[in-house]
């Protein structure tokens, strides 16, 4: 909030009957003339009286100390944001340690079970004394709190994962005018009398005043929830923080900043917090399994509590005994393993195991410059089938130059070395080159700045810093020198359009330069510029030729571009920009060179069942040039143009769709159309990439939208699942293959835990149906539940990708998580376990010999420590349900390693030392090599199970083409 508490203006100070809040004498010290609080009201209450009345933005601006054209002095922030706040908003302390802990504590089992507890040492204490009668009870304590300490650890550190990854979140970047530099910083670092520069896409830092600016068009929804665009100029100057640009560009001074702002009330009212979000689809999905296992379990449970009260109770009429109070420790046990099957049976490690794999995902894609921002994405990027990509910058480096160039009948091809450049000066007429610098310089949204080394560097798109990276070395050989003329009118580039356009004021008349599209702009043209420089009238055969340079460059993979202009007698601003009647100036050639990797992405993502479309703006022999270079057009694939996609009718584009592999020349809304049939036509999942605000309604459409860090807009970011902060094409395939990891470490997961799960509730249940006793006590379970549930999860659900995930299709949305492959290995494992812990409860003694009175509790410790071993071993067969090699890549995993050795040594530990609460006794080493051997075996059990053929669990592809599929041959009017 602000350092000064706003009580209200001050009534004394009127001027022209507006009431004004006082200025502080510290804000006077530092040579500033208005209060924080009365910046604050201008902006956010759109007070054009009090604007007026400071004298406008010129006025304001002098009242904070600020130059519009140089902005504020570095020396000066500390300053300002000492005065009039930080651009940063007051949060919700994210939850502590001590608050998880909290929550563990009111699971209903583990409250059921402490009742449990302080029932049972409180029977144990009136029968046994103490201490002996307390161990039971202290045992399942220490237990649950064994359990709530692990659950919280896991839960607080996954929140900690998620603040980061929120962090990551906010970091947007802005440019500024500072000490008469153009520079780009946070959003955060933006202080009071800032010059903001704003474009397409990007969002408004903080509350303030239109400085300049050409049509620009804010979406202010998410702060006043009206649909409609606000046109912002001189009239209506005020400037929200938080709203997006949708058209036109400006520049901004920054009157108030983080929770002064309208955003930060905003804000402050909704107290939000870092950390979690809502379930995922899988999350979801187990959640409905978890359900239905735990009623399996509770029925498993109640038979298991009765058939033990009703044996005890046919026993004690049998035997005539009288009742004591040892009786009723006996109950109390016998309910506490009940609940404690209950707590087994319920598998909440499921959801958990969800959480935990996708949050390290999240964390590991951050590694390698791919923001998730929301959880389910992960996921689902595991189950695309299809990937519409951009060309530019995400295929392409985005470095951009100036390759090739058209010029009076001239066509040369350019270097990076001045000397090409000053070889084209010297072939080209001395007017053309003006000319052309002019348009050039005057038509462009971006900015040629010197840094404080007195270089001159270019920010903007990278079409335009190469074509002004061009104009400033064509002008450093002999051209003229750039002098800025008054713009009248500027129309935007935007992806609709695909030109942009300039009216200046020159020598009495005006001239508009306009650049795009070369299509669109050789079309728009009716002359041209001879070899002397003259314009001349444009004839067919020289449109035929000009259009046939233009496919002679995209041809080569060349982005290309026409550049024109026109002198106007007069022009009014409020008329719209001519487009007819042209000189044609130029075709320029780009290039953008291929990212190296990209080829092989590509055939990673084929060589997966994942089919790879482009989708651009550009000429369609360059978008056929770079799809055949990236290895995406095939010889049985086609490219076709938007406007022909679009006029195509829903049964041809039944047909036409398997095959499409480029579209060019495409708008938003035929990437919108393309992404909605493959969704709602064949029931795809559909990932997209895109970087410009237009791109916002195919990224929402998507299943998966994925925005550009570096290119992208912040419109684009917003709209987008995942931000691919190298706007690199070969991070989207990292996404797919960790989304694919994810899905089948759940897998792994839900194979290990159902096994557990079976082997518990039968072997406990049938012991008491046979020999009246449970042969593992509620402590021992739930040292169990703990290595399957958190431990278990930890272990399983972080284990790294491997290349052989992208060698199969994706899976279908309507795909079971419980495969055929998985219930084989479940069932194999269960029934092993099942048969070798079955012969130890009842034919143990006999096969060791065991005799005397410890031979009961020596068995039963036997028993427990071979389950305990039979799952460490199942957890390394899990690691591969299908591979015979379960020990590849192992070392790898450090957190499975570690977990595997810590769930060792505190066996060990209960086993030789906690006897007392765990009911165990030290075993001799012949039986812990005994426990060893029997849970080692479900090793050679799976390698057994994983011989057995596909075809005989009548498994399915799961990709099958229709009979009558067939392949379609290239088509007509540009496909």
């Known amino acids: 909030m602000s350092r000064f508490p706003r009580t209200g203006p001050d009534q004394e100070a009127l001027v022209g009957g507006i009431a004004h809040w006082p200025i502080s004498e510290e804000v006077r010290k530092f040579g500033f003339n208005i209060s924080p609080d009365e910046l604050a009201v201008i902006a956010s209450n759109h007070r054009m009286s009090r604007l007026t009345l400071h004298g406008g933005v010129d006025g304001i601006s002098n009242k904070i100390q600020v130059s519009l054209k140089k902005g504020i002095k570095e020396n000066e922030i500390k300053t300002r944001e000492a005065i009039y706040g930080t651009n940063k908003y007051t949060e919700k302390p994210s939850r502590s340690f001590w608050k998880f802990v909290w929550d563990a504590l009111h699971d209903l089992t583990l409250i059921i079970l402490m009742v449990c507890a302080i029932v049972s040492v409180v029977v144990g204490l009136f029968t046994e004394g103490f201490p002996k009668g307390m161990y039971d009870g202290i045992g399942i304590i220490l237990s649950i709190f064994l359990v709530v300490i692990v659950t919280s650890v896991s839960d607080y ?68 929830g009206e649909s409609e665009h606000v046109h912002i100029s001189h009239h209506k100057p005020f400037l929200r923080s938080g709203t997006k640009v949708v058209d036109g560009s400006a520049t901004m001074l920054v009157t108030a900043v983080g929770m002064n702002t309208e955003w930060g009330k905003l804000m402050s009212t909704l107290t939000l917090s870092h950390g979690g979000e809502d379930e995922t689809p899988l999350q979801v999905k187990l959640n409905s399994v978890a359900t239905l296992i735990g009623q399996i379990g509770l029925a498993f449970a109640t038979l298991t509590f009765l058939v033990l009260l009703g044996r005890f109770f046919v026993e004690k009429y049998i035997n005539g005994t009288e009742w004591s109070a040892k009786d009723a420790s006996t109950i109390v046990n016998y309910f506490a393993i009940a609940v404690t099957i209950i707590v087994v049976a319920v598998p909440e490690g499921l959801p958990l195991a969800v959480t935990l794999s996708l949050a390290f995902a999240m964390k590991k894609l951050m590694d390698a410059q791919a923001l998730v921002r929301h959880l389910s994405a992960c996921e689902t990027m595991g189950s695309a089938s299809h990937i519409c990509t951009d060309k530019t910058g995400t295929l392409t480096t985005n470095h951009m130059a100036v390759d090739k160039i058209w010029l009076c009948e001239v066509s ?65 050989f002999g051209g003229d020198q750039y002098q800025k003329n008054e713009k009248v009118k500027v129309e935007p580039f935007n992806s609709e359009k695909k030109m942009m356009s300039v009216v200046i004021s020159v020598h009495g008349g005006y001239r508009v330069f306009c650049k795009g599209a070369s299509e669109i702009i050789l079309g728009m043209c009716d002359k041209i510029l001879d070899k002397e420089g003259n314009i001349i009238p444009m004839s067919q055969n020289q449109s035929k030729e000009i259009l046939s340079i233009i496919n002679e460059f995209a041809s080569e993979a060349l982005r290309t571009l026409c550049v024109a202009f026109r002198d106007l007698d007069a022009f009014d601003s409020r008329e719209a920009i001519p487009t007819s009647r042209y000189t044609l100036i130029a075709v320029v050639g780009i290039k953008d060179p291929v990212r190296p990797g990209v080829k092989e992405s590509v055939k990673t993502c084929m060589d997966a069942g994942i089919m790879v479309h482009m989708i651009t703006g550009d000429n369609i022999n360059t978008a056929k040039a770079i799809a055949k270079e990236c290895g995406i057009l095939t010889d049985d694939g086609i490219a076709i143009e938007g406007p022909v996609f679009r006029s195509k009718s829903p049964e041809e584009l039944k047909e036409l769709m398997p095959k499409i592999q480029v579209m060019a020349r495409s708008s938003p809304l035929d990437k919108l159309m393309f992404v909605e049939v493959w969704k709602d036509m064949f029931n795809k999942v559909v990932a997209v990439t895109g970087d410009g605000t237009n791109d916002a309604p195919a990224l929402n459409r998507a299943d998966i939208g994925v925005a550009m860090g570096i290119s992208g807009t912040e419109v684009a970011k917003e709209s987008a699942d995942v931000i691919v902060l190298d706007d690199n094409f070969s991070t989207i395939v990292h996404v797919v293959r960790w989304g694919r990891a994810v899905y089948v470490n759940i897998q792994k997961f839900v194979q290990f835990q159902l096994t557990v799960n079976i082997v518990a509730l039968i072997i406990n249940f049938f012991s008491a149906c046979i020999i009246g006793s449970a042969p593992l006590t509620a402590v021992q379970l739930l040292w169990v539940n703990m290595i399957m549930d958190t431990l278990g999860a930890l272990a399983l659900a972080t284990e790294p990708p491997h290349e052989e995930l992208m060698e199969s299709p994706p899976v279908k949305k309507d795909d079971n998580l419980i495969t055929k492959t998985m219930w084989r290995n479940i069932i194999g494992q269960s029934l092993y376990q099942l048969v070798v812990l079955g012969v130890l409860v009842f034919c143990g003694k006999k096969i060791f010999n065991l005799t005397g009175t410890n031979a009961d509790a020596t068995l039963n410790t036997l028993i427990f420590n071979s389950f305990v071993f039979c799952q460490l071993f199942n957890e390394i067969n899990s690691r591969e349900m299908e591979k015979i090699n379960v020990f590849e890549g192992i070392f790898r995993n450090w957190i499975f390693i570690g977990i595997i050795t810590g769930t060792v040594i505190f066996q060990v530990i209960i086993i030789e030392f906690l006897g007392t609460f765990a009911n165990t006794v030290p075993q001799s080493w012949k039986l812990w090599l005994v426990s060893i051997i029997i849970g080692s075996i479900s090793m050679i059990i799976a390698v057994i199970l994983k011989c057995v053929p596909d075809e005989l669990l009548k498994l399915k592809p799961s990709i099958v083409l229709p009979k009558d599929y067939v392949p379609l041959p290239d088509g007509p009017d540009g496909v």
Not at 168 to 193: A, C, N, P, S
Not at 451 to 468: N, Q, R, Y
């Open 157 to 224: 550190r996954q929140s900690l994962q998620f603040i980061e990854l929120d962090k990551e979140k906010e970091k947007i970047y802005v440019h500024v005018t500072r000490d008469g530099i153009r520079q780009k910083v946070l959003i955060f670092d933006v202080v009071v009398g800032d010059v903001v520069h704003l474009s397409i896409g990007d969002q408004v830092p903080a509350d303030g005043l239109f400085v300049s600016g050409y049509a620009l068009m804010i979406d202010e929804s998410s702060l006043t």
């Open 412 to 476: 040369k091809s350019l270097s990076s070395t001045s000397d090409t450049v000053k070889e084209l000066h010297s072939a080209i007429p001395r007017n053309a080159i003006s000319v052309l610098l002019q348009c050039i310089f005057e038509n462009t949204s971006s900015e040629v700045v010197r840094g404080k080394d007195g270089k001159k560097t270019v920010l903007g798109s990278p079409t335009e810093i190469a074509l002004l990276e061009f104009g400033l070395k064509l002008e450093d």
